[in-house]
């Protein structure tokens, strides 16, 4: 029972052994993760078509919920970019920007996410992401980065500019370019800047004069919350929102409220779609960054239970005035390098960003959209990675054609219907691959048992003894495959007498295939051909002997290739 507990509340595990050094190194982190995650909760909360303080909310009780429930000592959940402007394009639908009607469609979303995370993680469906190919989720974050990026052109603008798709952001903002405020364009240009310069140059810059490395590399996480403040600072002193700079406004002082989502079966309906793919992008998203950081620490990550955790953390989000949630990869990165050392950090950033919510909200009316907007730039842009089409190009042109064919519709067509084809051709590689399974005729490397492909190697064959390695699983997709190749392979060869599949690469035998080996084993009797198996993996086998086929097999089954052909080639002498 105590495991079972610790299993779905893994706080139980590690909170055993907490102590001061843990404490000490969380309590760094947090206070790291804090200043970075302040600005950044509130611009993906205006990506996501919210208001800004929907950020912090986001931010605070998923956090804590998932630290009791996550198995990731790294991991930090809240608002990501990726999820926030696959939210934005999910409600879009549903409601006008600024409404209570998008708010409350945004409660609802990140309960659905919620919801279907949570059942996912407790019938145990993780497996169900590995259909999303990583080739086609870096093309699909590729695209989703670029747009992003060219989404927030607007408020470097100072425009008013939409569009679900790159083609359309781009219309719209050629078209309003003439109302493009200057003073917002100069602001929002040093933001962008600024923040790149940060990232890329601000820690070499201070090592160079003298300061330690750590504290450079404080200075550099910190570098968004600079620019907030030295923006806000000016437009406040010069007045500059009387002169058209478009700026966050009033954002209540509170701690997250109860919310109560809408639980219509319209609006369920209408969400329901969007919700899966957001659960499914954002699994894969958080998963990967919490593997490869537990990597790092040779620390485990139970996926299961991460869908538990994730899905509980969205849950909490949709009653407490958030929208959806993921692990975020810059915001999880930082939290390892600080020195996080469990998953309390992530409570004590929430703790950081309460009260951020309590006392520093009325410090940011005068914050420009401009800013924001920067940090959403740079931020996504490292996100962008081109060269996965190079990549996929050189490795394989299946993968390279389903890489680009997701940026192209994501670009294109918008997120939603990027990811679906995503997923799509996720699975169509895999029934294409698997549809047409590699199968090599073998041959006795010399002074050896070991069987090789007869292209590849200088092997020992025999005139009457045909032996085929059958390199993939056989289900119904491929099996008809297999017995045209066999029968392909015997036409006009008078001379073999025995046929032998050599099963070694075979996990799995469905009843489609089982039919195609009788028809196989029929037809090679009615020519005077034996059949025979070797290395049948033992589950196979057993599935195998629950039906006629080994009874009614002309040949033989034999433990290994060696036996086999040892036996057949002194029957045939």
């Given amino acids: 029972m105590s495991q079972k507990l610790t299993r779905y509340l893994p706080i139980l595990d590690w909170g055993r052994s907490y102590n001061e050094v843990a404490l000490s190194n969380d309590l760094m982190a947090a206070v790291i993760v804090t200043i ?42 809240g608002p990501v970019a990726v999820v926030s402007l696959m939210t934005a394009a999910a409600l879009g639908h549903i409601a006008d920007q600024g409404t209570m009607g998008y708010a409350v469609a945004a409660l609802t979303l990140a309960f659905l996410s919620g919801a279907i995370l949570l059942a996912m993680g407790v019938f145990k469906l993780g497996f169900l992401a590995n259909f999303l190919s990583h080739p086609v989720i870096a093309g699909f ?3 989703s980065g670029v747009i992003i990026a060219a989404s927030q052109i607007k408020h470097i603008l100072g425009i008013s500019a939409s569009g679900e798709n790159l083609i359309e952001l781009l219309h719209s903002i050629v078209v309003h370019l003439g109302g493009t405020n200057w003073i917002t364009l100069i602001i929002g240009v040093s933001a962008t800047a600024f923040l790149f310069w940060v990232r890329k140059g601000l820690k070499p810059f201070l090592k160079s004069k003298g300061v330690s490395a750590g504290a450079a590399d404080v200075a550099t996480k910190a570098g968004p919350v600079a620019a ?48 899966i793919l957001i659960s499914v992008i954002g699994f894969v998203e958080s998963i990967s960054v919490a593997q490869t950081l537990a990597a790092k620490k040779r620390q485990r990550i139970d996926p299961d239970q991460e869908l538990i955790g994730l899905g509980t953390a969205n849950l909490g989000a949709a009653f407490t005035g958030g929208f959806p949630v993921t692990g975020g ?28 919510a309590l006392a520093l909200t009325p410090l940011v009316f005068f914050l420009p959209q401009a800013t924001l907007a920067a940090t959403i730039i740079v931020a996504v842009l490292s996100l962008v990675d081109f060269s996965i089409l190079k990549k996929a190009w050189g490795y394989s042109k299946a993968d390279f054609a389903a890489v680009l064919a997701t940026m192209l519709v994501t670009l294109g067509s918008g997120v939603e219907l990027g990811v679906t084809c ?143 052909y040892d036996a057949l080639k002194n029957s045939a002498t």
């Avoid at 909310?57 to 009791?68: D, G, H, K, N, Q």
């Avoid at 437009?235 to 966050?248: C, E, P």
């Avoid at 990869?329 to 409570?347: H, I, L």
Wanted: net charge negative; aromatic share 8%; hydrophobic share 50%.
């Fill in 36 to 77: 970075m995650l302040i600005p950044q909760s509130l611009a993906y909360a205006l990506l996501a078509g919210l208001p800004p303080e929907a950020g912090l909310y986001a931010s605070i009780v998923p956090i804590i919920l998932y630290a009791i429930f996550g198995t990731s000592r790294a991991l930090a959940v």
């Fill in 329 to 356: 990869f810059s915001r999880s990165v930082v939290n390892f390098d600080a020195g996080a050392e469990t998953p309390a950090a992530g409570a004590f950033t929430a703790v950081g960003l309460a009260i951020a």
């Fill in 422 to 564: 995503g997923v799509v051709l996720s699975i169509f590689l895999h029934l294409y691959k698997t549809t047409k399974p590699h199968i090599a005729e073998v041959g006795l490397v010399p002074s050896t048992e070991h069987f090789r492909n007869i292209n590849r190697h200088k092997v020992e064959t025999d005139p009457a003894i045909l032996t085929l390695r059958i390199d993939e699983s056989l289900y119904f997709a491929n099996a008809r495959f297999l017995e045209d190749y066999i029968y392909d392979r015997l036409a006009g060869d008078e001379t073999i007498k025995h046929v032998v599949l050599m099963c070694s690469a075979i996990n799995e035998i469905d009843f489609s295939a089982l039919e195609s080996l009788e028809a196989i084993n029929a037809r090679l009797r009615d020519m005077g051909i034996k059949l025979h198996l070797s290395e049948v993996k033992g589950p196979v086998m057993d599935r195998l002997q629950k039906h006629h086929f080994i009874a009614d097999l002309t040949g033989q089954v034999f433990l290994s290739q060696h036996a086999a």
């Fill in 141 to 143: 974050i590729t695209a």
């Fill in 228 to 275: 907030v403040v030295l923006t806000t600072v000016v437009v406040w002193l010069f007045g500059l929102s009387d002169h058209g700079v478009r700026i966050v406004g009033a954002v209540p002082q509170s701690l997250p409220p109860l919310t109560m989502p809408d639980f219509s079966f319209d609006l369920m309906g209408a969400l329901l779609l969007p919700a």
